[in-house]
């Protein structure tokens, strides 16, 4: 499968992908120069994720005290304002200095690399992702976390599990949970899914790990993912 983007790509990273146990700094070197490769010929919006970090937040205080759902919400709304502050400082001078932390806060991509975070509660990054291309007129988002395709079940838990190559956003609503919750780990959260359907936003799910993968995909070559319209 290829794909070609237009001149705003739209690039959904996993706080985990990035945030593990630790800052995967190696992995940050080598998303720092694909992205750098890019940037020269398109304007590159990386929405950060909280990931590890968020949940860490999120358990820790539900481990002290029953927490509401917009609790949990900020508590990985921060998150994912921290690490987009790191990416952001990955990226220097060649990324916009302010931080695209709530709605319309920018509103036009004047620099190379434009770093976005978590906005308000209830407001997964996904469906910042999808906002963001529709405000800025991409077809497409990345989502760049650790499942390499959408799958008909868990394959951390099921050793048949089938990857899917393309699907409609139809077929993709009837697998996953239609509530969103705070933490939650899917390809691309209900929020998100539902604003894609809506607007006509594809959503491209690849391993945000697999570099010469993510390599090949922004080329338009080969590559493996799944690709939902």
Known sequence: MKHTFGNVIVLGLGGSIIFQNEINVPLLKEWKALVD??????????VMGGG??????????RAVRPISTKEGDWLGIYATRANAKLIQTVF???????????PLRIKKLTSPVTV???????????????SLAKQFGAKE??????PAFVYDKNPDQFIDARPFK????????????HKWTPGAST????????????????AIVVDGRNMRNMEALLRGEEFDGTLIT
């Open 37 to 46: 490769t890019y940037a020269k010929t398109h304007k590159v919006i990386i």
């Open 52 to 61: 590890k970090l968020a949940r860490w937040y999120q358990e820790a205080a």
């Open 92 to 102: 220097g001078k060649i990324a916009d200095p302010v931080l695209f932390d709530a």
């Open 116 to 130: 976005a975070c978590g906005w308000e509660p209830g407001w997964s990054t996904d469906f910042i992702c999808m």
């Open 141 to 146: 988002v990345v989502m760049a976390g650790k």
């Open 166 to 177: 393309e699907m409609k956003w139809s077929e993709y609503w009837k697998i996953i949970p």
């Open 187 to 202: 390809p691309v959260d209900p929020v998100a899914a539902k604003f894609g359907k809506a607007n006509k936003i594809a």
